[in-house]
T-cell receptor
Framework: GAGVSQSPRYKVAKRGQDVALRCDPISGHVSLFWYQQALGQGPEFLTYFQNEAQLDKSGLPSDRFFAERPEGSVSTLKIQRTQQEDSAVYLC?????????????????FGPGTRLTVL | KQEVTQIPAALSVPEGENLVLNCSFTDSAIYNLQWFRQDPGKGLTSLLLIQSSQREQTSGRLNASLDKSSGRSTLYIAASQPGDSATYLCAVNPRLYGGTSYGKLTFGQGTILTVHP
């Protein structure tokens, strides 16, 4: 399909394990975002890439969280030494700036998310 | 810091009703506002995007309005159907210094909508 894909869809980890979550954005989309969504809450921003450059990582909750996008396409979010409070759905989104009605629009398209459960 | 609030948190209506979902935000310096739909176990689907210079956007039975000065947006759903049952999320895209934006969205907590036959 032509949408954003994420893998795995579900991940169960024991506390202390490292995990890696993958995002395949829509082809040609320059911008890529990671969000964290806790149960019953709205998504919260984690980090932003423009091509391979990580321009904003202000939302990463601790230094255990690390994201990369080495070739400006696929991105990986890595969480080291997982804790129970890391349990959430991790959403990836990509966007492309287009002109609509004479305005620059950067509409984001989201993947299905990875549900991480830390036991 | 931008804060986004959605009211009500949950709404249950019979099929056919017209309904309004509310979103308020504290910082009016926004680039645009998006309404999303989220079905259980799935990602977000964009419904409508309103630029800061626009007052409303329409798509089928959906109409979204924006009053930037008062920090409010509403999503109007006409003639609701059971298939409209989902969580609806409002997200604000901030306007940065220089008038640009790269899309760092701040979300509300969502309104859980149930439309029963």
């Amino acid at each position: 399909g032509a949408g954003v894909s994420q893998s795995p869809r579900y991940k169960v980890a024991k506390r202390g394990q490292d995990v890696a979550l993958r995002c395949d954005p829509i082809s040609g989309h320059v911008s890529l975002f990671w969000y964290q969504q806790a149960l019953g809450q709205g998504p919260e921003f984690l980090t932003y890439f423009q091509n391979e450059a990580q321009l904003d990582k202000s939302g990463l909750p601790s230094d255990r969280f690390f994201a990369e996008r080495p070739e400006g396409s696929v991105s990986t979010l890595k969480i080291q030494r997982t804790q129970q409070e890391d349990s959430a759905v991790y959403l990836c989104a990509s966007s492309l700036i287009v002109l609509r009605d004479g305005l620059r629009v950067n509409e984001q398209f989201f993947g299905p998310g990875t549900r991480l459960t830390v036991l | 810091k931008q804060e986004v609030t959605q009211i009500p948190a949950a709404l249950s209506v019979p099929e056919g009703e017209n309904l309004v979902l509310n979103c308020s935000f504290t910082d009016s310096a926004i680039y645009n506002l998006q309404w999303f739909r989220q079905d259980p176990g799935k990602g977000l689907t964009s419904l409508l995007l309103i630029q800061s210079s626009q007052r409303e956007q329409t798509s089928g039975r959906l109409n979204a309005s924006l009053d930037k000065s008062s920090g409010r947006s509403t999503l109007y759903i006409a003639a609701s159907q059971p298939g409209d049952s989902a969580t609806y999320l409002c997200a604000v895209n901030p306007r940065l210094y220089g008038g640009t934006s790269y899309g760092k969205l701040t979300f509300g907590q969502g309104t859980i909508l149930t439309v029963h036959p």
